[in-house]
């Protein structure tokens, strides 16, 4: 072994004595440069520990990081949400929906004109206001929408004319069970400012149903029918038409010609 390390730094140019040489056997044969693994102890844990911070260190911070933001998230979330809905509930019956029905009540009582709308608008207000002052936000929206749906029927216009299409009949009568005298009926429609017909909810004295329809059977005294039919065999044309009209401001139609309380959908 001498021999070959004296050759291999030689071929290198480099002149070592041969006591170095002798010494570098002599610490290979006592293993000096073989790894000895330190036994087991307190000591080499903790510089375990130490050596490999940087890997369970991040490790930790990333668990310590989770476990805040799960907190955080909860405390947002769940805590902080409540918190806000309440917030949002108070705002809402204290603020937003006062002021709402505070708009809503003054544009109803300007388009009421006649003493029943009039009196239908301060009902709604009355069932509006007593629902925000017990906080009950779910009535009090109810009440304005309908308070709202009341002033869109306010504005509406529309007239009452009896039907006069080629193939439709325009009076029709009818004998009630346990009645010998009969009821009689002009068919008429709602027409529209832009003199269409509107479809209106009318509900049957015969059967007590209600249907959306675009024309229905209104009941006149015999008088008016027969008066009707009569200017329809004048000439075959029904020159007045006109029943009753809708106005602006009014909930009630009113009429031109003597109506009776009834009103039928099928016929």
Avoid: C, H
């Amino acid at each position: 072994l001498v021999a070959r390390l004296k050759t291999i730094y030689s071929g290198q140019g480099i002149a070592v004595p041969d006591a170095i040489i002798a010494d570098g056997v002599k610490a290979l044969e006592e293993s000096r440069f073989s790894y000895q693994p330190t036994p087991p102890s307190l000591g080499r844990t903790l510089a375990t520990v130490w050596v490999t911070r940087r890997t369970w260190g991040a490790a930790l911070a990333g668990v310590v990081v989770a476990i805040g933001v799960g907190i955080g998230g909860y405390s947002y979330v769940v805590v902080g949400g409540a918190k806000r809905a309440a917030e949002a509930a108070r705002v809402e019956i204290s603020e937003t929906l006062p002021k709402t029905l505070a708009a809503t009540l003054a544009t109803a009582r300007d388009e009421a004109k006649s003493t029943e709308a009039v009196a239908k608008v301060s009902a709604l207000a009355t069932t509006a206001q007593a629902a925000v002052a017990r906080g009950d936000a779910a009535a009090a929206k109810g009440a304005i929408g309908d308070l709202d749906r009341l002033v869109g029927t306010l504005r509406e216009t529309w007239t009452v004319q009896i039907v006069t299409r080629k193939g439709e009949r325009s009076g029709v009568w009818r004998v009630p069970p346990n009645r010998q005298s009969r009821n009689y009926y002009l068919i008429v429609e709602a027409i529209g400012a832009d003199g269409k017909a509107m479809a209106r909810a009318i509900t049957s004295e015969e059967t007590g149903v209600t249907k959306t329809v675009a024309t229905w059977g209104q009941r006149v005294p015999q008088a008016t029918f027969d008066r009707v039919a009569a200017d329809a065999r004048d000439d075959g044309i029904i020159e007045t038409r006109r029943v009753g009209e809708k106005k602006r401001g009014d909930l009630a139609v009113t009429w031109t010609m003597p109506v009776e309380t009834g009103t039928i959908t099928e016929w």
